[in-house]
C-alpha cells in the first residue's frame, strides 16, 4: 500500500502562491483598492475629467481624463495616453484618437495631456520637460487609479507621435515604464540640417531605451504635406525619410532592417512588420497612399477613407503589453 505524501502537494501550492502574489506586486499600482476620489466622473467621451497638477519644477500641467464606466478599483486595468500635434488641444486629440469611445477603448483609462504652448519636447521650438512630466503624471495616476503597469501605452499625432516614438522611446526610464508606442504622421526630428539632410541618409540622433525590443507602430500618409514621408529639412532640422526612421528602430531592436510587406485594402496600405517569429511586428509601419497629414479613419476628424488607425494602435497595444514582450518587465 503506498501513502501519498501531503508535503509536495503544500509546497506547490505555496509556491504558487507566492508566485501569484510576486507577479500582482509587480504590475498592480498604489491605487489598487482605493476608491476613485468624488470629483472624478466616470463615462464615455464627452465626459472626461479636466485635472491639473503642478510638477516637482512649479510648472502646472493640465490634462483630460476619461475613466471608463466599467472601472473598479479592484481590477488593475490599463491606460493610454495620447498626445496632441503641434497647435492643438487635448480635446481636439480625445476626439481624433477616439480612445474614449467603446468601440475602439471598451475598457483601458485614457488620457490626453495638454503640451506647454501646444506643443512637445521633440519640437524644434520647445524646450519643456515634457518626459519629467509624463513620469510625474505616471506616478501620481498609479497611487490615484488601480492600473496594470504591464499596459501603460503612448500614441500621438504629428509631434505628439516624434514625442511618443522618438523622446519617450528613446529614454532610458520611459521605455521600460510604457509597454509600446504608436505614432501617426509623426514628426521625428534629428539633428541640424546642415547640408546632406537627404530623408534617406539623415544622421540618427542618440536613442537610449532602457530595454530591447521596444514595440514601436507608425502610420504615414504618402502624401504629407507638413512632414514629408520622405523626410528633409524643415524647420532648421532634419527629418528622416519615415523608412529611415522605423530601419533604425529595427537595428535598435536587434531585428534588422528587412520587413515582410503585406498589401491591405486593395493595397492602399502597405503594412511592413520588422521582426520574425514571435517578434513580428515589433515594429510596425503603415504606409497610407495618398493620405496628407491626417489620423487615419474611416469617418473621423480629418479623414474619411478605408483605415481606422485607432482600432490597429489598440491592437497593437493589445499584443505588446510588458508581460508579453521579450525583454520587458515581468516577462519570462
Ligand atoms: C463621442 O463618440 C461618438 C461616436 O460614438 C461621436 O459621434 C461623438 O462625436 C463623440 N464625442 C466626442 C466629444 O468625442
Ligand atoms: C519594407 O521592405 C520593402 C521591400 O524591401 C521596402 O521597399 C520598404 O521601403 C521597406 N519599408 C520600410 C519601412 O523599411
Ligand atoms: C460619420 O460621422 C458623422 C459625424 O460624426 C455622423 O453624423 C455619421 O453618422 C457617420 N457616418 C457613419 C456611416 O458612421
Known amino acids: 500500500m503506498t501513502r501519498t505524501s501531503p508535503i509536495p502537494a503544500l509546497t506547490l501550492l505555496l509556491n504558487l502562491l507566492l508566485f501569484t502574489l510576486s507577479t500582482t506586486a509587480l504590475s498592480t499600482s498604489p491605487g489598487c483598492g482605493q476608491p476613485l476620489p468624488d470629483f472624478l466622473k466616470r463615462g464615455w467621451n464627452g465626459s472626461s475629467n479636466r485635472l491639473s497638477f503642478k510638477t516637482h519644477s512649479g510648472k502646472t500641467r493640465t490634462y483630460l481624463m476619461h475613466v471608463p464606466p466599467t472601472y473598479s478599483s479592484s481590477t488593475p486595468i490599463g491606460l493610454v495616453l495620447s498626445f496632441h500635434g503641434k497647435g492643438r488641444t487635448a480635446a481636439y486629440q480625445e476626439k481624433l484618437s477616439k480612445f474614449s469611445q467603446p468601440g475602439i477603448n471598451p475598457q483601458m483609462l485614457a488620457l490626453y495631456p495638454e503640451g506647454l504652448g501646444k506643443k512637445w519636447q521633440g ?78 541618409d539623415v544622421v540618427m540622433q542618440s536613442c537610449k531605451p532602457g530595454r530591447k525590443p521596444v514595440p514601436v507602430l507608425e502610420a504615414h500618409g504618402t502624401d504629407d504635406g507638413v512632414i514629408g ?104
Open 123 to 200: 519640437d524644434p521650438e520647445a524646450s519643456s520637460d515634457d518626459v519629467a512630466f509624463t513620469l510625474e503624471l505616471l506616478d501620481t495616476l498609479e497611487r490615484i487609479f488601480c492600473l496594470d503597469r504591464h499596459r501603460i501605452f503612448a500614441a500621438g499625432k504629428s509631434n505628439g507621435g516624434g514625442f511618443a516614438l522618438n523622446v519617450l522611446a528613446c529614454h532610458p526610464i520611459a521605455s521600460q515604464r510604457i509597454a509600446a508606442f504608436g505614432g501617426v504622421a509623426g514628426a521625428y526630428y534629428q539633428g541640424d540640417a546642415g547640408k546632406g539632410c537627404e530623408g534617406r
Open 229 to 332: 514621408y520622405d523626410g528633409g529639412p524643415r524647420r532648421g532640422k532634419c527629418l528622416p525619410s519615415v523608412p529611415r526612421f522605423m530601419r533604425a528602430w529595427g537595428r535598435r531592436n536587434g531585428v534588422g532592417n528587412a520587413n515582410v510587406t503585406t498589401g491591405l485594402f486593395g493595397n492602399e496600405v502597405w503594412r511592413n512588420e520588422f521582426g520574425e517569429g514571435d517578434l513580428r511586428g515589433i515594429g510596425t509601419h503603415y504606409r497610407v497612399k495618398g493620405k496628407g497629414h491626417v489620423w487615419f479613419d474611416t469617418n473621423g476628424t480629418e479623414d474619411r477613407g478605408v483605415f481606422d488607425v485607432s482600432a490597429v494602435i489598440m491592437e497593437f497595444f493589445g499584443r505588446w503589453s510588458l508581460d508579453r514582450t521579450p525583454g520587458g518587465k515581468g516577462s519570462g
